[in-house]
């Protein structure tokens, strides 16, 4: 009963500490991982969660590890128990290693891959998924790793952001998953 008349912002409080409560309780039964991707995508309940959580870190067997961009700000810098790793975009002879295990080494694909790593900007995840675009769509053929051009590549559109590769795959899913 006591849910029911609770305020919404009292629900919230007692959220926080209870995730905060059985993360740290598990960590009591053995060593946690605990890794939550694309900080600057998260919600504020999640943010609220994190902030609460890393608070109490000190006393756990926890390790918080958290991606974000390098605009996302936080107020855990400070901390003597928080370390931050800096990951740099991939150099371009790195970003055409990725392109020939995820193409293959067709040469006919070379132009593809030298358009693909100028256009990606070193970003992993952007030349993964739009090859795989490239394949969804028909203008690959074969398998990752050992694809070739099914057709002409001269005119081939590589989407101009990693959020336009995404918006076209949700947009070709079937109407129930597309929903989802």
Not at 66 to 89: A, I, V
């Amino acid at each position: 009963a006591r849910c029911h008349t609770a305020s919404p912002s009292q629900r919230h409080q007692r959220t926080v500490e209870a995730v905060t409560t059985l993360v740290m309780r598990q960590s009591e039964v053995q060593p946690l991982l605990l890794v939550v991707e694309d900080l600057h995508w998260v919600d504020a309940g999640t943010q609220a969660v994190l902030e609460h959580l890393v608070d109490r870190l000190c006393a756990c067997r926890v390790l918080l590890l958290l991606t974000h961009r390098p605009e996302y700000q936080h107020p855990w810098f400070g901390r003597s128990y928080f370390s931050q790793l800096r990951l740099n975009p991939l150099g371009t002879d790195s970003a055409d290693r990725l392109l020939r295990a995820l193409l293959g080494t067709d040469a006919e694909l070379g132009e593809l891959r030298r358009k693909l790593v100028e256009h990606a900007g070193g970003t992993p995840l952007f030349l993964e998924e739009s090859v795989r675009a490239l394949a969804d769509a028909g203008t690959l053929s074969g398998r990752p790793g050992a694809y070739r051009a099914a057709g002409p590549l001269g005119a081939v559109q590589i989407p101009s952001t990693v959020h336009a590769v995404l918006a076209a795959r949700i947009d070709r899913l079937p109407p129930a998953q597309k929903s989802l």
